[in-house]
Structures are given as C-alpha cells and as structure tokens.
C-alpha cells in the first residue's frame, strides 16, 4: 500500500526536476544568444550586449527562484539526502 508520504516525496522529486528543468532551458538560451553575439551561432540570439545583460539578469533571478522552490518542495515532500 502505498503511503501519503511516498507520494509527497515523489511529487516533491518531479516538481524539483521540474524546476531543474526550467533553469537548464533559461540558461541554454542565454548561452546560445550570447554565442550568436560572438558570430558563433547561425540562428537565434540576442540583437545586441545590453539585451544579453538584461538576459543574465532575468535567468539568474529565475534560477534563484526554481532554487528557492525546489528547496521549499523537497522540505514540504520530506525528501532527504544520500
């Protein structure tokens, strides 16, 4: 049978990977603009430096976010380290 606990824990597993997910794809963006800015990518990118700035800026405010969250839910699902 299984418990209210196994089944916060894995809510709490994909919602974090989840999280983990969303900063993978932000930062894959930024790293592809700013490769596009150095002529080193055909498409996509960032028309200029400052939008390239402001697009660190936007991903780092969400990784500390989806970070905040992911330590939230992994507290919320009881998930412990090994």
């Known amino acids: 049978m299984v418990t209210i606990k196994e089944i916060k824990s894995t809510i709490a597993v994909s919602i974090a990977a989840a999280f983990g997910f969303i900063i993978a794809l932000i930062w894959k963006d930024i790293i592809v603009g700013a490769m596009k800015l150095a002529n080193l990518w ?5 028309p200029d430096a ?28 009881g998930v412990t380290q090994k």
Request: hydrophobic share 65%.
């Open 42 to 46: 055909q498409e996509g990118g960032f």
């Open 50 to 77: 400052m939008a390239l700035v402001i697009g660190i800026v936007v991903a780092i405010i969400i990784t500390v976010v989806s970070v905040l969250g992911i330590i939230y839910i992994s507290k919320w699902g």
